[in-house]
């Protein structure tokens, strides 16, 4: 038994070796195909018979627009009757066996004329279907290696992006972190040259924030020369408690202390200068107390010295 499709594929090839280059042209159009120009009626034919191997579903349609050009009267939409294929088969022998191979009908047609042509052509084309079926092998091998390659260019394409945008990325990290060193070195000098100065010498600094960092607060206030006395952001009655001393500056870490603790802090010490940290960092401290406190604390003191002086 020989299964359809390579029964279409067989009629195929016999159908289009019947029909002229103009139809053939035609055909092409009415599928939406597009061989290169100048294709002559033989190079279009084994053309359009490969593409037919490649795609079964063309197969399909190429046989449904071959089956007029064998058999005129023909209404595309359903399978030729087998009478019709018979009929033609007496008429001509090789266009009777093309329609019947194009439409699958090699085992199932019951008629002594077909069943004799049928099984002739059984026998003379065993060697040729052994190689077309070779053909048919090969033709898929090809496809999966093309679509192997499609997919390993495709994939080599996009590590190629990806490595000259990491590449890019990394160019553009080694710069910012040298700018960001070099900047880190300017202000850690600033800051070694601020803190010789002790600018916060014989003050007195009210820190509200995480206990965790208590120390760390301590060690950087005293840097610049000044005092530090420390209130758990969280703990209103610590809060309350310390603003009984006197300060020269408080700054409250918002990260670990309550909005009530900060209204506390202001309806009981209104008139002592009131500074926010925004994290709980000593980074963040030391920043608040260069870019803020000391020169908050510094024009004060000129603004008292004035009239002095005068």
Known sequence: MMAEPMQRLTGLQMALGMVNQGMLWLICQRLDLQPRCGRKRGQLANWLFREACRHPQLAQRL???????????????????????????????????ALGLLWGMGDTLVDPAWASAWNQWLKDSADWRRRFEQYLTLL?????????????????????????A?????RSCREEMKRLKERIATLEEVNRQLAALRPLQNTRILVVGDPNHAGGYQQVVNRYGGDMVFADGTSRQWVRKALDGRYDAIVVVTAYGYHTTQMMIQKHAPEVPLFSARRGGLGEMERVLVTQVIPALFKRLRSLDEPASA
């Open 140 to 164: 898929n091998e090809q496809e999966t290696v093309q679509v192997a390659q499609s997919i390993v260019t495709e994939a080599e394409a996009r590590r190629d992006r990806m490595r000259q």
């Open 166 to 170: 990491l590449v890019r990325m990394a």
């Open 63 to 97: 046989a449904a627009e071959l089956t007029p050009c064998l058999l005129p009267g023909y209404r595309p939409g359903s399978p030729p009757e087998p009478q019709q294929v018979v009929s033609l088969l007496k008429r001509s022998r090789r266009k009777g066996l």
